[in-house]
C-alpha cells in the first residue's frame, strides 16, 4: 500500500511539475512579447526636447507643438544665429543647421558658411536682446522683435532695433527651420 501512496504521489508531483513547467514557459513568452512591443513603440515614438534650457511647461505630440514650445524653439535658434563670436560661430551654425531639412541645405549652408568667415576674419561680435515673440501656431510663424548688437575689431557698433521672421514646420515628432529672414519696414 505505501507503494502504492508513493506512486499516486510521484504522478501527481510529475503532473504538477508539468503544469508549473508550462505556466513558467507561458510567462517567459508573455514577457519577451510584451518587452519587444514596448520597445517597438519605445523607438516608434522617439521624442527629441530641445532646447537644452528649458523653463517653462509646453506639449508636443506627433502632429502639433504649442506656442509655449515654439517660442522656445525661436529662442534657441535665434541664440545660435545672432550670439556669436570669432570661436564660436562653427560650431553654433552647424547646431542650427541641424534643425534645417536637407532640401534647404544648399542655399542656407552657402549663407552660413560665408557669414561665419567675415565673422572670423573680421572679429565680429554680436548679440541678439529679444524684445517680443510672436506665434501664428496655424502658419507655423514667428516673429521676433528685438536688438541687434554688434561689436566688430573691438569697435562697438550702435544697436540695431530689428525683427526677424522664422518659418518652423513640425511633422511626425520632428521641428525644422526653414528660414530665418530679416523683415523689411516699409
Known sequence: MLNEHNGEALKAARFINYVLTAVVLITALGTAGLSFALLSQNQA???????????????????????????????????????????????????????????????????????????????VTSFFEVDTLSINLNEMKIRVRGTLNKTIAGRTLDPEPVTYLLQANYSSGLIELHTIAKEIPL
Open 45 to 123: 515614438e522617439k521624442r527629441t526636447f530641445v532646447p537644452p534650457h528649458i523653463d517653462r511647461a509646453f506639449t508636443i505630440s506627433s502632429d502639433a507643438v504649442d506656442e509655449a514650445y515654439l517660442s522656445m524653439m525661436a529662442d534657441w535658434w535665434i541664440h545660435l544665429k545672432f550670439n556669436v563670436t570669432p570661436s564660436n560661430v562653427k560650431r553654433q551654425f552647424n547646431l542650427l543647421i541641424t534643425y534645417v531639412p536637407p532640401k534647404y541645405w544648399s542655399g542656407l549652408q552657402d549663407k552660413l558658411m560665408r557669414e561665419a568667415e567675415f565673422i572670423i576674419e573680421n572679429d
